[in-house]
T-cell receptor, first 110, second 116 residues
Framework: QKEVEQDPGPLSVPEGAIVSLNCTYS??????FMWYRQYSRKGPELLMY????GNKEDGRFTAQVDKSSKYISLFIRDSQPSDSATYLC??????????FGAGTRLFVKA | GAVVSQHPSWVICKSGTSVKIECRSLDFQATTMFWYRQFPKQSLMLMATSNEGSKATYEQGVEKDKFLINHASLTLSTLTVTSAHPEDSSFYIC????????????FGPGTRLLVL
C-alpha cells in the first residue's frame, strides 16, 4: 500500500463547478499537508499549506484535513478553465522528507 | 517571495555527453534542496536531497555516480547527468526548502532533457 493515495483522474468538470480533490494516507505521523498545482511542462506551485487538522481557505480554494480519517481534500469553487492542471497532494512529518500523491489531472471546460 | 529558478529550461544532447542543470533560490537561502525526476503523466520521483556543504543523500535505486549533485552555496545546487543515455531523457525539477519552515518546498520550473 502506498503511503499516499490519490486518484489520478482525469476529472472533467464544466466551468463554474465546485471541484473536490482528495487524498488518503496511511502514516498517522504526518503533520503538514500541502497541495501543489502543476501546469503542463512546469514545476509544481505551492497552493495551500495546512498544519494538523482543520480547514484553511484562500480565495476560491479550501483545504481540509481530517487526521482521524487520514483524509485530506482540496475544494475549488467557481472553477475556471485556467484551473485546468494536475493537482498534487503532499505531506510530511515535520522534516524535509515529503511524500507526494500521484496527482489528479483536472480539466475545466468552458 | 520563495522563487526558485532552473537553468536551462530545456536541453538536447547527444548520448555520452554530460549535462549540468542549475537550481537557484533567488530570494531566500536554502540549506536543503531536492532533485526530482518526473515522467509524463506521473508524479514526482525524489532522486536526492542536497545539503549545503555536504554530500547529497540519494534515494534507493538512484546512481550517485550517474547523477552528480553539488550544493556549493545556500542559493545554488547543481545536478550533472554524466554520460547521458536516451533513458535519462526526462523532466528534472529541483525544489528548495521554503521560508515557512522546513515542511514546505518551492519548486523550480523544471528542465526538460532529451538525449539523442
Amino acid at each position: 500500500q502506498k503511503e499516499v493515495e490519490q486518484d489520478p483522474g482525469p476529472l472533467s468538470v464544466p466551468e463554474g463547478a465546485i471541484v473536490s480533490l482528495n487524498c488518503t494516507y496511511s502514516n498517522s505521523a504526518f503533520q503538514y499537508f500541502m497541495w501543489y498545482r502543476q501546469y503542463s511542462r512546469k514545476g509544481p506551485e505551492l497552493l495551500m499549506y495546512t498544519y494538523s487538522s482543520g480547514n484553511k481557505e484562500d480565495g476560491r480554494f479550501t483545504a481540509q484535513v481530517d487526521k482521524s480519517s487520514k483524509y485530506i481534500s482540496l475544494f475549488i469553487r467557481d472553477s475556471q478553465p485556467s484551473d485546468s492542471a494536475t493537482y498534487l497532494c503532499a505531506m510530511n512529518t515535520g522534516g524535509f522528507k515529503t511524500i507526494f500523491g500521484a496527482g489528479t489531472r483536472l480539466f475545466v471546460k468552458a | 517571495g520563495a522563487v526558485v529558478s532552473q537553468h536551462p529550461s530545456w536541453v538536447i544532447c547527444k548520448s555520452g555527453t554530460s549535462v549540468k542543470i542549475e537550481c537557484r533560490s533567488l530570494d531566500f537561502q536554502a540549506t536543503t534542496m531536492f532533485w526530482y525526476r518526473q515522467f509524463p503523466k506521473q508524479s514526482l520521483m525524489l532522486m536526492a536531497t542536497s545539503n549545503e556543504g555536504s554530500k547529497a543523500t540519494y534515494e534507493q535505486g538512484v546512481e550517485k555516480d550517474k547523477f552528480l549533485i553539488n550544493h556549493a552555496s545556500l542559493t545554488l545546487s547543481t545536478l550533472t547527468v554524466t554520460s547521458a543515455h536516451p533513458e535519462d531523457s526526462s523532466f528534472y525539477i529541483c525544489s528548495a526548502g521554503g521560508d515557512r519552515g522546513q515542511e514546505t518546498q518551492y519548486f523550480g520550473p523544471g528542465t526538460r532533457l532529451l538525449v539523442l
